[in-house]
């Protein structure tokens, strides 16, 4: 992605080996991104399926990036990788908002 290439530089962030929503800070934020995935899946459950994306998987998207943005920013505050991960959410947020215009989903 272009836009995450442009952030690497301007903020001189380290680039990490291996796949990096893979990471966890510390013990805690391991066990709410855990907890959070459980209450997600639950919740698939009492969701009608047509409704899916509105109602779940676009706050499951905001909650999840934003708890590892913050665990990032709390714990890890001088690799400065909450700046990518807010990016990422930005877009995810962007997409859902052009799918919703464009009354693709």
């Known amino acids: ?19 990096r929503y893979n990471s966890h800070v510390n013990k805690i934020h391991k066990l709410g991104e855990w907890s959070i995935l459980v209450v997600f899946l639950i919740s698939i459950i009492y969701v009608n399926p047509q409704k899916l994306a509105y109602y779940i998987l676009l706050p499951y998207y905001i909650v999840m990036i934003s708890f590892r943005a913050f665990m990032e920013w709390k714990y890890q505050r001088e690799k400065r990788k909450y700046i990518l991960t807010l990016s990422v959410l930005f877009f995810i947020v962007l997409g859902f908002i052009c799918l919703y215009l464009f009354r693709i989903i």
Do not use: C, D
């Open 1 to 19: 992605m272009v836009f995450e290439k442009v952030l690497i530089k301007k903020f001189n962030i380290k680039k990490e080996k291996g796949w």
